[in-house]
């Protein structure tokens, strides 16, 4: 029998998961639920002050370090220089048009000679508070940034003298940006991870910033590519249920059944339970992920005048809601567009959405006294946008007891929070699998 796959979901992990399959000439077919590819990686059609715009459900951040990342946007035809802008690893967090925080590693210096330097000559901290941060991080690299023991990343950097206020300019919107998760509930492990990888190298710790919406930067070329290599793309497809049988599966939809010898179930962990709930030897599955909790991520555009501007195309803020602010003119063209991020739980979700924006519209002009009032802004709430990276999460493996039927997703690559990389690397291990198997 020649081998035929079927992959359930079609975000960045299903997408990674179906290319590397076309590309070993292997039969698949991708399903999605969705009315467009891409997951919570998408961009969306907004209409506001009678135009249509096109706006992404979050800013997603690429780091250096997202190798199969780029080797994914590599093969499917789109050149690094072309759709994401590197910057160096560099830091700058302000309050009331003043600088809170800054940090740049010298580009020239290698890894990590760049980033000690870097944390060395940061301003915002006193001395004894930056020699804290080398002294924790050199310790680290001692045991590559291993932990015996997982515990609230709050309680570890406490433990390893970082102040109040390295940790609230440093460590804590760090966490935010990585794990998405509060630092009272953060898992250690995983931001020690996310560390290690970030700091392996010089370049590994450099921000890739799109430059153009989500969906042309991933979802669309993906499906052309497997488009190209004769692969089944199918969206407004729901999977209902998979059920094994002697040849395999059958993967069951409203209208329509698909058999497959091997399958690749790539859904958000929300929604895993209802599309394996005829599989009773995955039930442990279901009870691991519906023990989850997940976190928000809220994004609130505001349209300027088209000449307003940053003075780059990300800056961080401290001491009100808003967490970073990204120009979508610096990146996408989008002159005067603003999108500021509001990463994890807090007290913002009492807002209406019209009170928060003109909370957010009053933190930025007090920090950047050129952006005056919005014509127009877009909050868009993500609310389940990841699962909350706590301690001691237990994340399942790709392999099940069922054979040839594999789990991938952010929540099964367990050295990472949910992250582009991590999805994408659930991804192609799976269609490894399916090609080894
Ligand atoms: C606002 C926001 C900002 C983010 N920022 C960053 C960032 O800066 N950097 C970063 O690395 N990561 C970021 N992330 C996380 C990143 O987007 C996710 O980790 C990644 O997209 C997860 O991909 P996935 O394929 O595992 O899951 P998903 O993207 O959730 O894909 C699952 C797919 O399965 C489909 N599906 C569900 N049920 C069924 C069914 N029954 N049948 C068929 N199909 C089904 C869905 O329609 C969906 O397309 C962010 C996420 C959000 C929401």
């Known amino acids: 029998m020649p081998k035929h796959a079927v992959v359930i979901g079609g975000g960045i992990a299903g997408l990674a998961a179906a290319a590397t399959l076309a590309d070993q000439n292997i039969q698949v077919t991708l399903l999605d639920a969705g009315s467009q590819f891409g997951g919570r990686t998408r961009s969306i059609a907004i ?3 009678s135009r249509v715009h096109q706006l992404d459900n979050g800013q997603h951040i690429l780091l250096g370090a997202y190798r199969e990342t780029l080797k994914l946007l590599a093969k499917v035809g789109m050149q690094e220089q072309d759709v994401l802008m590197r910057v160096p690893l560099a830091l700058d967090v ?7 925080f800054r940090l740049a590693a010298p580009a020239y210096l ?3 000679l760049n980033q000690l330097i870097g944390f060395l000559f940061c301003s915002g901290l006193q001395w004894h508070e930056r020699v804290s941060v080398i002294k924790l991080i050199t310790r680290l690299k001692k045991t590559n940034y291993h932990l015996a023991n997982d515990e609230p990343l709050a309680d570890f950097l406490q433990k390893n003298q970082q102040s109040g206020k ?8 760090l966490c935010l940006a990585a794990l998405n998760t509060p630092i009272s509930k953060a898992s250690s492990r995983i931001f020690l991870n996310v560390l290690r990888d970030t700091f392996r190298h010089k370049d590994s710790s450099d921000f890739l910033l799109p430059r153009q919406d989500l969906s042309r930067l991933f979802a669309q070329p993906i499906t052309r590519y497997l488009k190209a290599h004769q692969a089944r793309v199918l969206h407004n497809k729901r999977v209902k249920s998979i059920t094994a049988n002697q040849n395999g599966y059958t993967i069951s939809t409203k209208e329509e059944q698909f058999e497959a010898s091997h399958v690749i179930v790539a859904t958000s962990p929300v929604r895993l339970h209802n599309v394996i709930a005829d599989l009773p030897r995955l039930n442990f599955v279901a009870e691991q992920t519906e023990s989850y909790s997940y976190q928000p991520i809220y994004t609130i555009y505001l349209q300027y005048p088209s000449n307003a501007m940053l003075s780059a195309p990300m800056l961080g803020l401290t001491g009100g809601l808003s967490q970073w602010v990204f120009d979508r003119g610096i990146l996408c063209k989008q002159h005067g567009l603003m999108a500021v991020i509001i990463s994890a739980e807090g ?14 519209a009053k933190e930025l002009q007090a920090a950047f006294p050129q952006l005056a009032k919005p014509l127009w802004h877009k909050v868009i709430a993500e609310k389940r946008a990841t699962f909350s990276c706590n301690v001691d999460l237990p994340r399942p493996a790709y392999v099940t007891p069922y054979p040839g039927l594999y789990l991938a997703g952010d929540y099964t690559f367990a050295d990472y929070p949910a992250t582009i990389e991590g999805a994408v690397r ?3 291990a799976c269609a ?6």
């Open 426 to 428: 659930s991804g192609v």
């Open 432 to 437: 490894d699998l399916v090609c080894n198997s």
């Open 47 to 49: 209409e506001a002050n």
């Open 94 to 100: 302000r309050t009331e048009n003043k600088s809170a």
């Open 166 to 173: 390295t940790i609230s300019l440093l460590w804590e919107p």
């Open 110 to 112: 290698p890894a990590p």
């Open 347 to 360: 007290k913002h979700q009492n807002l209406t959405q019209e009170k928060l924006a003109l909370t957010v």
